[in-house]
């Protein structure tokens, strides 16, 4: 088999073989009203594709731009915490300290991203006041 077949052969086979992408998904603001003080946000997610998902950035910001530091978070890849398989679930939550809307930023990269998810602002009792869907 001459060189130039061998080249050619790996050329295609790189080609048709998928690539990892960064892609950003976000939801909000979601407001909850006075009512969500002392409540939490939430951002789930789902991997409903066929590929695990490395999320490799989970943020919440208020709507006055102030980044929230997480007191849960399932989502992005150490060590400890493998990539979202296909099927699988993570969420990222934080506190609410004040009558503010907030947003989610989700940033994966895989050779499918196809995830679903939401922004869900929950009262003090734990019942959803609020929820709006990821976005691409």
């Known amino acids: 088999m001459s060189i130039r077949v061998i080249v050619a052969t790996l050329a295609t086979l790189v080609g048709l073989s998928g690539t990892a992408q960064a892609e950003i998904f976000g939801a909000g603001p979601v407001y909850g ?10 951002c789930r997610l789902f991997n409903y594709g066929v590929f695990s998902v490395t999320i ?3 943020q919440i910001f208020t709507n006055t731009n102030v980044l929230v530091t997480p007191i849960s978070n399932t989502c992005t890849t150490s060590s400890t915490n493998p990539a979202l398989a296909p099927g699988r679930y993570c969420a990222v939550t934080a506190q609410i300290a004040g009558n503010l809307a907030y947003s989610c ?32």
């Open 33 to 42: 009203g006075p009512g969500s003080v002392g409540g939490r946000i939430n």
């Open 56 to 58: 490799t950035s989970a």
């Open 105 to 136: 930023r989700i940033v994966a990269s895989g050779t499918e991203t196809k995830l679903s998810g939401v922004a869900e602002v929950q009262a003090p009792n734990f019942s959803v006041l609020n929820a709006l869907p990821l976005q691409k």
